[in-house]
């Protein structure tokens, strides 16, 4: 089995930053694709940021200059660094990866993270 935690969520003001971690652990071949989710209350659950293996990056609008993506391919670990954080950036955030594990590797799985919670206050 595999699971994603992620880490780092919590209360911040306005202008403030956080780093979001989001660690895959168990029976892993590779990781492809790994990426940022989040839902704010009453909201559908939206993406924020995508990573590819090689390292390739892709941001929603609404966060790009201010938040960054990046992953530890061999500790199987991605991060969400958040500058300047705004009101609106509040919400849970997912880790979503596609998994290929170690006995079905002809096989990708999507995995999702319980999600961590983030409120910005202004």
């Known amino acids: 089995q595999v699971q994603l935690v992620e880490s780092g969520g919590g209360l911040v003001q306005a202008g403030g930053s956080l780093k979001l971690s989001c660690a895959a652990s168990?029976?892993?071949?590779?990781?492809?694709?790994m990426a940022w989710y989040r839902q704010a209350p009453g909201k559908q659950r939206e993406l924020v940021a995508v990573?590819?293996?090689?390292?390739?990056?892709n941001l929603a609008d609404s966060v790009k200059g201010r938040f960054t993506i990046s992953r530890d391919n061999p500790n199987h670990t991605m991060y969400l660094q958040m500058n300047s954080l705004k009101p609106e950036d509040t919400a849970v955030y997912y880790c979503?990866?596609?998994?290929?594990?170690?006995?079905?590797?002809?096989?990708?799985?999507?995995?999702w993270g319980k999600g961590t919670l983030v409120t910005v206050s202004s």
């Open positions: 979503n990866a596609h998994i290929k594990l170690l006995f079905q590797i002809f096989s990708i799985h999507e995995i």
């Open positions: 168990g029976s892993i071949f590779s990781i492809n694709d």
């Open positions: 990573i590819t293996s090689g390292g390739s990056t």
